[in-house]
């Protein structure tokens, strides 16, 4: 049961990407919170984004707010990451997450997360 990102990329400041991860585990991911976090060279992965199980709660850190929008579509078992006015300190590596629990619990749980490999976003300036 894997984690597969994909759409990560080099684009300029201003720019916008869309990143996309699909969870091949099967009908488990519609019972799971869901989300992003990105780790840039000599940071910690931080939280970015995270919608629980139905899609009815979503969470945003403050650096992303109105920039960045999360999604899910259940029956393809997606969770997708908008991002908009890119910016260079949005340079990292992004990873797609899965919680059994709350978004809270995805985000603080990190060891109880299961995770994708991670896709590079570039942001130049």
């Known amino acids: 049961a894997q984690l597969v990102e994909s759409g990560g990329g080099l684009v300029q400041a201003g720019g916008s990407l869309r990143l996309s991860c699909v969870d091949t585990?099967?009908?488990?991911?519609?019972?799971?919170?869901a989300g992003w976090f990105r780790q840039a060279p000599g940071r910690e992965r931080e939280f970015v984004a995270g919608?629980?199980?139905?899609?009815?709660?979503?969470a945003y850190a403050d650096s992303v707010k109105g920039r960045f929008t999360i999604s899910r579509d259940n029956e393809k078992m997606t969770v997708d990451l908008q991002m908009d006015n890119l910016k260079v300190e949005d340079t990292a590596v992004y990873y797609c997450?899965?919680?059994?629990?709350?978004?809270?619990?995805?985000?603080?749980?990190?060891?109880?997360?299961?995770w994708g490999q991670g896709t590079q976003v570039t942001v130049s300036s």
């Open positions: 919608i629980t199980a139905s899609g009815g709660y979503i």
């Open positions: 585990s099967g009908p488990i991911f519609t019972d799971r919170a």
């Open positions: 997450a899965t919680h059994p629990g709350r978004v809270s619990a995805l985000r603080s749980d990190l060891h109880d997360n299961r």
